[in-house]
């Protein structure tokens, strides 16, 4: 069972989740506000309401297709899909999430879909990479993001941005009309608007990325609880970090990676994540 400090640890990520969804529906509201008046609030709410019942999905089969994916059947690897029906019933899953092989050398392994259609893909490179217990530490990281449906909560601040990022290039058309009335004095400009619209995407994709990092620590702790062996992720996490060995590297924007700030990244330092998990193993064993 999880000590008092990781289910403080999990409230607190539940918490933070939250107050950045609801930080970045505030940027998308105010920056309706400034574009379209009062009415813009009611706006706001039916676009997000519209947003939580058709959030926008990529088929799981597109992505996996589109990657050179193959199906990883019980018959050809039992141990492998029995120990992510072990690790899945353990995560209160109703279904195993589908497994599939990616001919690829680089360490890589990401989840699309959720629920019923969820699906794990792993490369070649990191079975290559990785012994048994480490890669059921990849795979309970896997599973737990599944198990919190994290997909869905990326998919949905996604979905904000964008929507934030319409509204302000919207805004800075619709200036660009206003300019020459502005020039006869016949309207008026806040200068403050102007430059909290030109803000708004930005702090919306702060908000987004930090909502990801969040999502990321509750995933480690959630696999070693279901592994029961926190070190083992650590551990895998250890080799991936290796130079060009960054399996996080292609769920990451190009423009988040090398040298990019903390906070232009969508995930936390791998050597804060490897001194969570040994805090948890420290936890586990006391």
Not at 50 to 62: D, I, Q
Not at 248 to 254: A, I, R, S, T, Y
Request: net charge positive.
């Amino acid at each position: 069972m999880p000590s008092r400090s990781l289910k403080l640890h999990r409230w607190n990520n539940r918490l933070q989740a939250l107050l950045l969804i609801l930080g970045m529906t505030l940027i998308l509201a105010l920056s309706a506000w400034l574009l379209l008046g009062e009415m813009a609030w009611w706006l706001t709410l039916l676009a997000v309401l519209l947003v939580l019942m058709f959030a926008p999905r990529m088929p799981v089969e597109w992505v996996l297709k589109g990657a050179g994916a193959r199906p990883l059947r019980p018959a050809s690897a039992p141990e492998l899909n029995l120990l992510v029906a072990g690790l899945s019933e353990r995560a209160g899953l109703a279904q195993p999430p589908r497994l599939y092989w990616l001919p690829d050398p680089t360490p890589n392994a990401f989840t699309v879909g959720d629920g019923s259609k969820a699906s794990i893909a792993l490369s070649d490179g990191l079975f290559r990479l990785l012994d048994y217990p480490e890669l059921a530490g990849v795979l309970a990281h896997e599973i737990s993001h599944i198990r919190n449906q994290d997909i869905r909560l990326m998919v949905l601040a996604d979905t904000f941005t964008r929507l934030t990022q319409l509204v302000a290039l919207s805004a800075q058309l619709a200036l660009l009309l206003c300019i020459p009335l502005w020039l006869f004095g016949l309207v008026s400009i806040s200068f403050a608007g102007v430059v909290l619209l030109l803000m708004a995407p930005l702090l919306s994709m702060l908000l987004q990325l930090a909502l990801s990092r969040s999502r990321e620590y509750r995933a480690d702790l959630d696999a070693g609880v279901l592994t029961g062996d926190p070190d083992a992720l650590a551990r895998a996490l250890h080799k991936l970090e290796l130079p060009g060995r960054r399996w996080w590297w292609q769920l990451v924007p190009k423009n988040n990676l090398g040298a990019a700030p903390a906070l232009l990244r969508s995930h936390p330092p791998t050597a804060s994540r490897i001194h969570r998990l040994r805090e948890q193993v420290r936890s586990i064993r006391g």
